[in-house]
């Protein structure tokens, strides 16, 4: 009777030692799977980075005086900082540029947009742009020197520079008619005479506010930017030693007005700060 037993409770422990092994196998694989499961669908839930495709080539147009044509760069490659934009886009994003140079030393307002009414180069060139510069001004403000001599005022130099006003909106909407979207940046007007112009109150403050005023009739257009060069030639330090050479390290000695290599190399820098704030608007497709 009590080996009888002793078989029952023996067949019993072997029973539940069994039956708790097959829960316990099966319930691991259960969970295992489970967490395989969830490891799979966290990675499909995971978003994919979107890459977005450059363009293969960058067009850049550049409209305008002598600043565009590059007048007084003394490097052997020229150009001024058109050439100088069109290598420092390519280097820095890796893509094909390719630079029109639109720029006409002695143009004014008037005759850059005359230019753009008439040339039929541009006029193929203009809707293709990625990127556009203007630059502009700096030949009215001569012509108004010129009527008026040193006896220019302040108050003469505000008054053109409201008449310019108009004119830049007219020629920023005569670019536009060509092309919609691709970013324009609008470079200011420096002033070279701090020197010459020394007797002309508030001369400084008149090509402070010239440039304010371009900057706010460039904000008036979509993807249109206003890049500041007026105290970029023009530092306490570079006044310092105008004063006792009467030469700008920065600008072209045979006529101290444009910016030699140097300065164009600062002009690039400028442009290109603009440039590469606003690769969304041109770089990509």
């Not at 080539?57 to 305008?64: F, K, L, P, S, W």
């Amino acid at each position: 009777m009590k080996k009888k037993r002793i078989w029952i409770i023996l067949i019993i422990v072997i029973i539940v030692a069994v039956g708790a092994g097959y829960y316990f196998f099966n319930n691991n694989s259960n969970n295992e799977q489970t967490s395989q499961v969830a490891k799979t669908d966290s990675k499909k839930a995971k978003p994919k980075k979107k890459v977005i495709p450059k363009k293969k080539q960058i067009n850049i147009v550049a409209i305008g005086d002598s600043l565009t044509q590059g007048v007084g760069d003394s490097r052997k490659n020229g150009g001024g900082y058109v050439t100088r934009l069109r290598t420092k886009v390519q280097s820095k994003y890796n893509v094909k540029t390719q630079a029109a140079n639109y720029g006409v030393s002695g143009d004014t307002s008037n005759q850059i947009m005359a230019r753009i009414k008439s040339d039929k180069k541009m006029h193929q060139d203009l809707p293709k742009a990625d990127i556009i510069t203007v630059t502009v001004g700096g030949n009215d403000f001569m012509h108004l020197l010129q009527r008026k001599g040193l006896d220019l005022t302040a108050g003469e130099i505000a008054d053109e520079q409201v008449q310019f006003d108009k004119r830049l909106k007219k020629l920023l909407t005569d670019i536009r008619n060509y092309n919609e979207n691709a970013p324009i940046y609008l470079v200011g007007i420096y002033n070279p005479f701090s020197i010459y112009l020394s007797n002309v109150k508030n001369a400084k403050i008149a090509f402070i506010n010239w440039n304010k005023r371009s900057e706010k009739v460039a904000a008036g257009f979509k993807k249109t930017y206003f890049v500041d060069i007026n105290n970029l030639y023009q530092t306490k330090q570079i006044n310092k030693k105008v004063q006792k050479s009467g030469v700008n390290p920065y600008l072209y000695k045979k006529d101290h007005f444009h910016p030699n290599g140097v300065g164009y190399d600062m002009m690039t820098q400028k442009i290109f700060v603009k440039v590469n704030d606003t690769t969304k608007e041109w770089l990509f497709k």
